[in-house]
């Protein structure tokens, strides 16, 4: 039975066809062909990927269909469509392509070490493949190298356990427009194109198909929960982070003003202004604030402690003290406050 499907990709309606149940085998009975004339998109819109799909980060409007192939047109990013198979590789699996040679045989291999792992046949003969890296749970690993399938499945970052997890097609952009007839693997062909008569699905039948899922993937219900749940808490983590940094700010500026209050104290000069007395130089400390001294007498340096010891030198000269202190604001600048403080407006040192 022939039938209609529609999905959607990045808010475009991608129409395309399916033949239910059309799988004949060959004349030699080895070899059974299924006509592939739909795919499914993988993304937010449409996770399932039942048949053949587009990952998500391929230009699925560059693909469609025509009556004998499909076909990839010119795009300015690599496009492909796949199909999960996860079957044990091994050496001489049977495998062909029928395209154009701007389209490309493709595989994802899978193991104990390697969760993604895609490489590409330079040509139709799939005698060389490239890949330019792949993943495993601690990130991606980057290289290019091209190498026979069999030099690929041996590779030792591979480890054991090595799956081919999808098989599909390739077209790379600036390459023009690229057609893929039909895809040969392990016993099948997939015959690509489209085909009349069709039956189009209801809209129950489309609802229910969705709500099959395979191992691994999500349904579209589940995803935009998910999707929603992280958007609320994105949005409370949002608003948690502004009020913060409110917080931080008045943290700030309070601490700003008790340091420059605290600057600001005034300083006094104690001790009897005559030759063999000590002059000390009073007033709160404060952490955070660092406290210089220096004293002059008749107009000369005389000292950076916080004590002056006079001398008969001294007799006769009007003694000040320069006190500056110094401290870092919340933005870590340095601020600077500096007084002066004298004897007396008229005292002089006596002897």
Same mark, same amino acid.
């Given at each position: 039975m022939n039938r209609k499907f529609t999905s959607l990709a990045g808010g475009l309606a991608v129409a395309a066809l399916v033949v239910g149940g059309s799988v004949a085998a060959s004349a030699a009975g080895s070899t059974q062909t299924e006509k592939v004339g739909y795919f499914e998109v993988q993304s937010e819109t449409n996770p399932t990927p039942a048949g053949w799909f587009s990952e998500e980060d391929d230009g699925i409007e560059a693909i469609s269909f #025509?009556?004998?192939a499909v076909i990839f047109a010119a795009d300015s990013k *690599?496009? %492909? =469509?796949?199909? =999960?198979?996860?079957?044990? !590789?091994?050496? %001489? =699996?049977?495998?062909? =392509?029928? *395209?154009?040679? +701007?389209?490309a045989y493709s595989v994802v291999l899978r193991s104990d070490e390697v969760t993604y792992l895609r490489i590409t046949a330079t040509d139709g003969t799939l005698d060389s493949w490239i890949g330019t890296g792949y993943f495993t749970d601690e990130g991606r690993a980057d290289y290019v190298k091209t190498q026979s399938l069999d030099e690929w499945a041996a590779e030792d970052f591979l480890g054991g356990g090595v799956k081919i997890h999808q098989i599909g097609a390739r077209h790379h952009s600036g390459e023009g427009e690229g057609k893929v007839r039909s895809l040969t693997f392990d016993g099948t062909t997939y015959d690509f194109g489209l085909v009349q008569d069709v039956t189009p699905y209801s809209q129950a039948e489309y609802d229910d198909a969705l709500k099959t899922v395979p191992a691994g993937y999500v349904t579209q219900s589940e995803l935009k929960a998910a999707n929603d749940k992280i958007a609320d808490l994105e949005a409370k983590l949002a608003e948690t982070e502004k009020a913060l940094a409110k917080a931080e700010r008045a943290t700030d500026k309070a601490s700003d003003r008790a340091l420059k209050a605290q600057a600001r104290a005034p300083y006094r000069i104690t001790g009897s202004a005559k030759a063999g007395n000590k002059l000390r130089v009073k007033g709160k400390s404060y952490k955070g604030v660092n406290v210089k001294y220096q004293w002059y007498v008749g107009g000369k340096k005389a000292g950076k402690k916080a004590t002056l010891k006079l001398k008969k030198a001294h007799a006769n000269k009007r003694v000040r003290v320069v006190v500056k202190k110094s !401290?870092?604001?919340? *933005? #870590?600048? &340095?601020?600077?406050? &500096?007084? +002066?403080?004298h004897l007396t407006s008229k005292a002089r040192v006596s002897r």
């Open positions: #025509n009556r004998d *690599a496009v %492909g =469509i796949n199909k =999960i198979v996860d079957t044990p !590789y091994t050496p %001489g =699996i049977d495998m062909a =392509i029928e *395209a154009d040679p +701007t389209a !401290y870092r604001d919340s *933005a #870590n600048k &340095k601020v600077t406050v &500096k007084q +002066t403080i």
